[in-house]
T-cell receptor, first 111, second 115 residues
Framework: GESVGLHLPTLSVQEGDNSIINCAYS??????FIWYKQESGKGPQFIID?????DKRQGQRVTVLLNKTVKHLSLQIAATQPGDSAVYFC??????????FGSGTRLLVRP | DSGVTQTPKHLITATGQRVTLRCSPR?????VYWYQQSLDQGLQFLIQ???????AKGNILERFSAQQFPDLHSELNLSSLELGDSALYFC??????????????FGPGTRLLVL
């Protein structure tokens, strides 16, 4: 769905641990996927993307995995830091113009 | 900093009024997108412009309109405002969504409060 609000699922992790945030996308025809990070009062910030012809992509401390069979996307954050605390959204697009945002997940990093 | 700028940052107005939100895309980006984010609806796509022309419409009300100017900046006009229009309005830009440049970079948003 495209809704997010007060009842966001929350992932709480210890600083230094790895985080895994999951997302189920809606359209099997989607060909491009993006993870965004949104801090309170700010705009979504691009983290990493992946095209449908790939199943894994790595960035700095982040990895995105794509499983097209079950329409599932995950974001792995290594050695999670307090600055990683935010709401994370996955987004899909199949027509190169409209991003469909998934339900956000709030990541809380415990010191 | 994404390179996308939006003004104003905050806007407080009354029901029935009209406001204009402004967006300047990243240098070199041809496409501009507008999104609305409210607590109960999440991020909703409103409209897209590409090189001055409307390309796609999403869940945009008839009371809302937008345009993209020759210098590629865009304005979102909201009229006959209602309490439910209170939300964060984001602008995003991308290079060229038709040739692999789909990644959208978001501005800091305009927080609209309708009283």
């Amino acid at each position: 769905g495209e809704s997010v609000g007060l009842h966001l699922p929350t992932l709480s992790v210890q600083e230094g641990d790895n985080s895994i945030i999951n997302c189920a996308y809606s359209n099997s025809a989607s060909d491009y996927f993006i993870w965004y990070k949104q801090e309170s009062g700010k705009g979504p910030q691009f983290i990493i993307d992946i095209r449908s012809n790939m199943d894994k992509r790595q960035g700095q401390r982040v990895t995105v995995l794509l499983n097209k069979t079950v329409k599932h996307l995950s974001l792995q954050i290594a050695a999670t830091q307090p600055g990683d605390s935010a709401v994370y959204f996955c987004a899909e697009t199949y027509s190169s113009y409209k991003l469909i945002f998934g339900s956000g997940t709030r990541l809380l990093v415990r010191p | 900093d994404s390179g996308v700028t939006q003004t104003p940052k905050h806007l407080i107005t009354a029901t029935g009024q009209r406001v204009t939100l402004r967006c300047s895309p990243r240098s070199g980006d041809l496409s501009v997108y507008w999104y609305q984010q409210s607590l109960d609806q999440g991020l909703q796509f409103l409209i897209q412009y590409y090189n001055g022309e409307e390309r796609a419409k999403g869940n945009i009300l008839e009371r809302f309109s937008a345009q993209q100017f020759p210098d590629l900046h865009s304005e979102l006009n909201l009229s006959s405002l209602e309490l439910g229009d209170s939300a964060l309005y984001f602008c995003a830009s991308s290079v060229d969504p038709t040739s692999g440049g789909e990644t959208q970079y978001f501005g800091p948003g305009t927080r609209l409060l309708v009283l």
